[in-house]
């Protein structure tokens, strides 16, 4: 089923050019013929140097031609699996944010970070940092994959974002959706000077 982007105004925007131009470019790509990877590269080239963040905006016009022509449905990724986010700003540092997370996922059973509690971890959940953002990341049996990302705000607020992703359609997407406002409204912050 074929679907109208809800981003083409945006993308017309940043590329500046009529949806109707930018659809054009990607027809003479090779158009429903052309996988998303032959049609990003295509038309990358069309807009390097002229447009900032171009590799983005061209990669958002590739997904918006493909939702267009029914080749995928909203939020759903080019290898058919879909991706869920919620968030939530939290008063604390990034970092304190992060291990209250990993403290509520801790206090489950190992198959307790699903929706149905049946599917369990298939590693050790990591941990990471880069400068901007901290991050907690596990895998499932199932395939998915599990994402708790925290990233400093001003004010010492915190944004938290849960994602799960490779979920196999959009039953799964909406039933992790609920599961995950559950979980993120638990997450309180561990103050880092609290004693063990």
């Known amino acids: 089923m074929a679907t109208r982007a809800a981003n083409v105004q945006a993308i ?11 659809r054009a470019r990607l027809e003479a790509a090779g158009g429903t013929s052309a996988s998303h990877k032959e049609l990003a590269e295509a038309l990358g080239p069309q807009f390097d ?22 080749r995928r449905v909203p939020g759903q990724r080019a290898d058919g699996t879909f991706d869920v986010a919620v968030s ?5 540092d990034r970092d304190e944010v992060i291990a209250g997370f990993a403290e509520l996922i801790d206090d489950r059973p190992p198959q307790g970070l699903s929706p149905d509690a049946g599917v369990e ?34 004010a010492d607020r915190t944004l938290l974002v849960l994602t799960v992703s490779r979920l196999p359609d959009v039953a799964a997407v909406e039933e ?18 609290r004693p063990a």
Not at 12 to 22: F, K, N, Q, Y
Not at 88 to 92: C, E, I, N, Q, S
Not at 123 to 138: C, E, L, V
Not at 146 to 154: D, G, R, S, V
């Open 88 to 92: 939530r700003t939290l008063t604390g």
């Open 176 to 193: 992790w959706r609920a599961h995950l406002k559950d979980l993120i409204g638990q997450v309180s912050p561990i103050d880092s000077d």
């Open 12 to 22: 017309e925007t940043a590329l500046g050019e009529p949806w109707s131009t930018i």
């Open 121 to 154: 971890l298939t590693d050790r959940p990591r941990r990471s940092r880069t400068q901007k953002r901290s991050f907690w990341r596990a895998g499932l049996e199932d395939g998915t994959r599990f994402e708790a990302a925290a990233e400093a705000k001003p």
């Open 49 to 70: 140097g002229i447009v900032d963040r171009h590799e983005w905006w061209v990669q958002g016009a590739v997904v918006a031609y493909e939702q267009e022509i029914g």
